[in-house]
């Protein structure tokens, strides 16, 4: 098992910027950032290997950035010139290497981008 724990998000307006944060309670190799808008399904943000690797959506290329520091099994989402359409619950993710092991979710964090 492991647990997240996320910090961050809030209200901002539009041009802005948050930076998200998420701890697992032990290492594991692919962490990231999942949003969920009204109506919507869950989606992709974005999301980085142990080893650095990151994988962004198109929507939130140029303006997010994905970091993680392994010491302290945390990944940070750094979101700049944010838009309205960026509201969402986020909700951090993290997986094993291994495919079939389960998926680990956070509790969620709200995004709320004024106009």
């Known amino acids: 098992q492991v647990q997240l724990v996320e910090s961050g998000g809030g209200l901002v307006q539009a041009g802005g910027s948050l930076r998200l944060s998420c701890t697992a309670s032990?290492?594991?190799?692919?962490m990231g950032w999942y949003r969920q808008a009204p109506g919507k399904q869950r989606a992709l943000v974005a999301d980085i290997t142990s080893g650095g690797s990151p994988n962004y959506a198109d929507s939130v290329k140029g303006r997010f950035t994905i970091s993680r520091d392994n010491a302290r099994n945390t990944v940070y989402l750094q979101m700049n010139s944010l838009k309205p359409e960026d509201t969402a619950v986020y909700y951090c993710?993290?997986?094993?290497?291994?495919?079939?092991?389960?998926?680990?979710w956070g509790q969620g964090t709200q995004v709320t981008v004024s106009s």
């Open positions: 032990r290492s594991i190799f692919r």
């Open positions: 993710n993290a997986r094993s290497y291994t495919v079939s092991d389960p998926d680990y």
